[in-house]
């Protein structure tokens, strides 16, 4: 059964680099033609997708976040990776990752919670 | 960008009931639309793929249709533990985007 697990600092400082990785165990990474991505949600708000990548590494962005944001994969350790750089209080949330199949998001990691604070 | 606005973004229904919520999207988006189910403190749990495909392991009360720009989620039979927000979801093109919600309470 696969599955996806979020790690990562729980709280970055204003202006720093906050950095996520998502482990995926019971299935390799580089099968078929899946995207890999990573989704957020603010506090008692909606879900916002922030990108998603191919083991080839083709990757698409969300055009608000495209300029700090950067997902990267390391298929020998079966993972994928996000950087969202300059991060301020909006950037606070549970992030998920996910894998993308029939255009939709399954399964989800559990969530992790980054707080951007000093 | 594709947007999708969901309707209503709240709804109170007792156990039983059929409810139904819907998902417009700003342009065409063919099939390509999903449904998620998210309970407090838990990820979204994926419903319904391709507008109208139960995702396994889904209880059958659950059904999606619509193409197009229009589309809903129906719920047939409300049971308490349906207490939740649900989100639709397209990938017809990058980037992906999610309508904004709908709460649903049971009286």
Same mark, same amino acid.
């Given at each position: 059964?696969?599955?996806?697990?979020?790690?990562?600092?729980?709280?970055?400082?204003?202006?720093?680099?906050?950095?996520?990785?998502?482990?995926?165990?019971?299935?390799?990474?580089?099968?078929?033609?899946?995207?890999?991505?990573?989704?957020?949600?603010?506090?008692?708000?909606?879900?916002?997708?922030?990108?998603?990548?191919?083991?080839?590494?083709?990757?698409?962005?969300?055009?608000?976040?495209?300029?700090?944001?950067?997902?990267?994969?390391?298929?020998?350790?079966?993972?994928?990776?996000?950087?969202?750089?300059?991060?301020?209080?909006?950037?606070?949330?549970?992030?998920?990752?996910?894998?993308?199949?029939?255009?939709?998001?399954?399964?989800?990691?559990?969530?992790?919670?980054?707080?951007?604070?000093? | 960008?594709?947007?999708?606005?969901?309707?209503?973004?709240?709804?109170?229904?007792?156990? &039983?009931?059929?409810? +139904?919520? !819907?998902?417009?999207?700003? @342009?065409?988006?063919? $099939?390509?639309?999903?449904?998620? /189910? %998210?309970?407090?403190?838990?990820?979204?749990?994926?419903?319904?793929?391709?507008?109208?495909?139960?995702?396994?392991?889904?209880?059958?009360?659950?059904?999606?249709?619509?193409? &197009?720009?229009?589309? +809903?989620? !129906?719920?047939?039979?409300? @049971?308490?533990?349906? $207490?939740?927000?649900?989100?639709? /979801? %397209?990938?017809?093109?990058?980037?992906?985007?999610?309508?904004?919600?709908?709460?649903?309470?049971?009286?």
């Amino acid at each position: 059964q696969l599955q996806l697990q979020e790690s990562g600092p729980g709280l970055v400082k204003p202006s720093e680099t906050l950095s996520l990785t998502c482990s995926v165990t019971g299935g390799s990474i580089t099968t078929g033609s899946h995207y890999w991505g990573w989704i957020r949600q603010p506090p008692g708000k909606g879900l916002e997708w922030i990108a998603s990548i191919h083991y080839s590494g083709s990757t698409f962005y969300s055009p608000s976040l495209k300029s700090r944001v950067t997902i990267s994969v390391d298929t020998s350790k079966n993972q994928f990776s996000l950087k969202v750089s300059s991060v301020t209080a909006a950037d606070t949330a549970v992030y998920y990752c996910a894998r993308t199949v029939y255009s939709s998001l399954d399964p989800w990691g559990q969530g992790t919670l980054v707080t951007v604070s000093s | 960008d594709i947007q999708l606005t969901q309707s209503p973004s709240f709804l109170s229904a007792s156990v &039983g009931d059929r409810v +139904t919520i !819907t998902c417009r999207a700003s @342009q065409g988006i063919s $099939s390509y639309l999903a449904w998620y /189910q %998210q309970k407090p403190g838990r990820a979204p749990k994926l419903l319904i793929y391709a507008a109208s495909t139960l995702q396994s392991g889904v209880p059958s009360r659950f059904s999606g249709s619509g193409s &197009g720009t229009e589309f +809903t989620l !129906t719920i047939s039979s409300l @049971q308490p533990e349906d $207490s939740a927000t649900y989100y639709c /979801q %397209q990938l017809n093109s990058y980037p992906i985007t999610f309508g904004q919600g709908t709460r649903l309470e049971i009286k």
